[in-house]
């Protein structure tokens, strides 16, 4: 084997052998339980990102144990068209060749989309390759390609006749910049410091005014009336009353409306139908007309009188400098207040007044919460199903129709003849009403939510009655950041059980967010995110996955530290060298697949066999919770500190013995080190696979059977014997004692656990010479030191090993020292005022310093009094 590891050259070689032999394929275990996981979508313009890699780290571990586990296990990859954004690169790309889409025409600019997604939207797919992970890739779906594009058609004509589905005039969030209606979730709402501006509206009949305040200004243009409380006894007179809106001079009614708050502002509020949603909702119940005053380019429109023409911005200050130049203005104040901005560019949202299609939510949404109460699908951590349904219960009618070219266009045709409206899985020929052959498909493409949220059931092959379907739909588990959960999540239930009857998954495993190692978001605008592609360059793709893993328990955010990394690669270091030990130095080879384990082990092979067992039966326990980084930290603790330095060492007896010990002991090493390949296998897959062709029968890894080790039951006094070698190493470096030089002890066993076997290895690893063992007192025969292992006691024999002198006065010394960090102890505790005092802790702390200064001066004084 080689000497050292080098991650990159044994990454590159594993993958193209791994698909080609379709490892990947769930049907690479024709047989077995079927298993499945969709790949949240990530966005076909997008590249990884750390907590793409983390996610995907994770699903990739539960893939690869459950296909090792002998299930048909299936990952299904693919991408999402991303509406908004991949609009934008190609109309970026556009805007550089001095063009927009209009001047190319919508089947063009479509066209273009299409030819740069072949070109460059498999730039994520391929760096998933990149970091190892294992998704069917035969099976790979896009948001737009024929099939799920037929399931998005389907479940818009179904939804519709359903009455789910209607098209109206609503109060939808504006983007201006990106031009299009956008849903209530994809609003940031971020606090700021604006201003609240109080207007006079004076009464029309000359008695007086009303004062009314406002945030924006601007929309006074549009106002067709001013709302009271019913309840407010401030206004009982003004209600019936007419104002005249300020600089338009427009005469509008006070109306009485229980929606008005009484505590904001004056408690008098200004409606504007076409521009706040409230507004909206107070105008049809009073009749009033909703007047647009500004435009999907947020300008003012014709109806701002002199106005026409000005930005929004710009029209709130000439607006406000009109209203105190004339006298209406009577404050302005601080204030803060809560702003929407578009999540995709941070534009102010703008609420317009526009006929979109929306989805009635009410009849989805009592299933999908049920799902959740009745626990036919379960979040982990549990304290996400909070937040889930109080979304849930709140959420309103969803805004799906997009003003884009790209993405999934509205099957709904309107007649130029009559006022038909058609939708329809095809495009119809003639009006279903007058026969007209004048039909207008709606322009308008479906927000890209509409298509991820059929995502479980329409890559399985929905609406056709497919295999796929029957046999992995409903999936097992949902990997993903809690971020989407109302995005995304929300929604697949909702569809999922409306559509197939069952809860598209049944856990849904959510994990934290990656931060900065102190805490701060990571974020390529902020300049402080890592990314996994150079983290993978520099260290290799399995100690970052590792690193992701070990370092991710469940339900925490988690400060990303690049040294994690580098930890892990070490690890990977320690691995190959214990394995390059095992097969070069050792001989250790051809180790079976499975079985193999010795029957009739000596004392330290089953040793080490009961601890895989034990490890293995806890791993997976851990694992099943989805408690990967405890599963992780547990196996690797396991392999450095018992297989590497323990189990290497002790071994070392037994293959210098007799053929047979010899002959079991290899075969012990090498089902240990097999079965740690194969726990691991999931987190670093290329380095095990690495090892494995070096260990193994010359069949893969990443298909073999996941392991099982046999309960066996170790020998006694392990943990004696261990802590016995370490305190004897201890001693020796303590006194400077070259290791050429034999210890002689007597060793005093008064529970007898010492077992026959001990006497080797405490010359093997501790070079000890064991003259004697007794259960009763033992004698030196002189001066002695001692070491001290649970019941078991070692008398070194001083004499002709140290200068005797010299370790009494250093007892001495240490006695001494001891009693006054005891006394001074003491004489804290005994002070009432310190008790009443200091913290509990702090108290808590004292105490525990006395009791060990106690203990070790006891054992300070015996060893004195041993010297004699
Ligand atoms: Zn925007
Ligand atoms: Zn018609």
Redesign the pocket.
Known sequence: MKATYDPAAVESRWYTTWEGAGAFKPETNPDGRPFSIVIPPPNVTGSLHMGHALDLSIQDALIRRKRMQGYAALWVPGTDHAGIATQNVVERELANEGMTRHDLGREAFVERVWAWKEASGSRITKQMRTMGFSPDWDRERFTMDDGLSEAVRKVFVDLYHEGLIYRGNRIINWCPRCNTAISDIEVDHEDEVGELAFINYPFTDGDGHLTVATTRPETMLGDTAVAVHPDDERYREAIGRTVLLPLLDREIPVIADEAVDMEFGTGAVKVTPAHDSLDFEIAARHDLEAIQVIDTGARITDAGGPFRGQDRFEAREAIRHDLKNRGYLERVEDHHHSVGHCSRCGTVVEPLLSLQWFVKVEPLTGPAMEAITAGRSRFIPKRWENNYLRWMENLRDWTISRQLWWGHQIPAWY??????TIVAMEEPV???????S??TRDEDVLDTWFSSQLWPFSTMGWPEKTEDLATYYPTDVLVTGFDIITFWVSRMMMTGIHFTGEEPFGDILIHGLIRTPDGRKMSKSFGNALDPLELVEEYGADPLRLALLQNSPLGHDIPFDEQWVDASRRFGNKLWNALRFAVDVIGVGDVPSSGGYPEDPGPEDAWILSRLAATTAEFDRLFDKYRLAEAYGLLYNFAWAEAFDWYLELAKTPLQDDAGAAADTRATLGVVLRDLLKLFHPAIPYLTEELWSELGDGELLITNSWPDPPPIQGPAGMETLQELIVGLRRFRSEHQISQKTSIAVTIEDPDGVMGEWWADHLTALAGVEVIDTTSGPADGGGATSRVVAGPVQAFIVLEGLVDVAAERDRLTRAVAQTTADLERSAAKLDNPDFRSRAPVDVVASEELKADEAGARLEKLEAQLAELG
Request: with cysteine.
């Open positions: 007649c130029d003849d009559c006022d038909e003639r009006c279903t009403a007058c026969d007209s004048a039909l």
